[in-house]
């Protein structure tokens, strides 16, 4: 089958789109306003884009609680998603109100940063403490802006829980980071297996 995106005129019950791109890592974002308020939500639409130096993105659906504060507030936290905490990561996509917490919500623990203020969450074994670099709404090709909101982060502080770490590296096994699937589907990383990469003659990597 083929479809043109402008009509959307696929004929399935559900647009595909999302079921396609998958697994999509999950951007579980903790802010805290100037307020004192803090704020937990999943969003999928979130990836890392650079090295050196570390740079995240995630993009919400207009502009939400958790764009508006990190803007505000030039921070954020992504606390790694995981197995163990999918029914909670679902719980704290609500669409509460902009003055509920919701590490109280979903019984969560808030644990201190390093460098930024927002908290991270205690549970989750891994955190990136952020520092907002950009924000932007993306074009589409007829140079109109969609709903999408962009806000990019430069990694400053990164937590591990040492539980995960086996031989000096992160074992995905046990860390089983959640992912977003298309639907209302997730899945866990908790197969994993090793390839080696080609190289070239010199003895270099691809």
Known sequence: MFYRTETND????????????????????????????ANLAPYSFFNAIADSPKLVMVASAGIKDMARTAVETGEFVCN???????K????????????????EMTGLT????EIVRAPRVAESPAALECIVTDSFRPKTRSGEHPGAFVVIGEVVGIHIDERI???????????????????????????VFTIPRPRTPDGSDI
């Open 10 to 37: 696929h004929g399935l019950p559900h647009d595909p789109f999302k079921a396609i791109v998958s697994p999509r890592p999950i951007g579980w974002i903790s802010t805290l306003s100037k307020d004192g308020t």
């Open 110 to 113: 808030k644990a201190p940063c």
């Open 80 to 86: 790694l998603a995981t197995g163990e905490l999918a």
């Open 88 to 103: 909670q990561l679902v719980r704290s996509s609500a669409n509460a109100p902009s003055e509920v917490d919701e590490f």
């Open 165 to 191: 770490l086996v031989n000096g590296r992160i074992d995905m096994a046990l860390a089983a980071p959640l992912a977003r699937l298309g639907y209302l589907d997730y899945s866990v990383s908790d197969t």
